[in-house]
C-alpha cells in the first residue's frame, strides 16, 4: 500500500530551523516527483517546493521561501526532506508532501496540484515566540 509520512513539524520560535522529512513506502520516491504544499490558517493550500526524479531539478514557489527552504531527497532512506531555516510567522501553516504521478515538477506552483494521486496526511509547523 502506497502511502507518505510526513513528520518533523513543531513549534519554534522566529529565526529558528526545523527539518520535515517525507517517509514513502509502497513506492520508490526516485520514480516520482514530490512536492511540499502548505496550508495557512484562512488560506488556501499553495504549493512550496518539489523534487523532479528524472533529472533531480529542484524548484521552489513561493518567493518568501527562496533562499530559506532546501528540498532534497535520500533515496536510500525512501525519504524526500525540507530543510526550513529563518522561520517566519507567515510560514505556520500545515506542511504536506505528495506525489506527482509525473517524474517532473512543474515549472509554476499554480500547477503543483495537477497530477498529484497521493498525499501524506501533513504536520503542523507553527512559528510563534
Known amino acids: 500500500q502506497l502511502q507518505l509520512v510526513e513528520s518533523g513539524g513543531g513549534l519554534v520560535q522566529p529565526g529558528g530551523s526545523l527539518r520535515l522529512s517525507c517517509a514513502a513506502s509502497g513506492f520508490s520516491l526516485d520514480s516520482a516527483a514530490i512536492g511540499w504544499f502548505r496550508r495557512a490558517p484562512g488560506k488556501e493550500r499553495e504549493g512550496v517546493s518539489c523534487?523532479?526524479?528524472?533529472?533531480?531539478?529542484?524548484?521552489y514557489y513561493v518567493d518568501s521561501v527562496k533562499g530559506r527552504f532546501t528540498i532534497s531527497r535520500d533515496n536510500a532512506k525512501n525519504t524526500v526532506y525540507l530543510q526550513m531555516n529563518d522561520l517566519k510567522p507567515e510560514d505556520t501553516a500545515v506542511y504536506y508532501c505528495a506525489k506527482r504521478r509525473q517524474n517532473y515538477c512543474p515549472v509554476y506552483g499554480s500547477s503543483m496540484g495537477v497530477g498529484v494521486d497521493y498525499w501524506g496526511e501533513g504536520t503542523l509547523v507553527t512559528v510563534s515566540s
Open positions: 523534487i523532479s526524479s528524472n533529472d533531480g531539478r529542484t524548484y
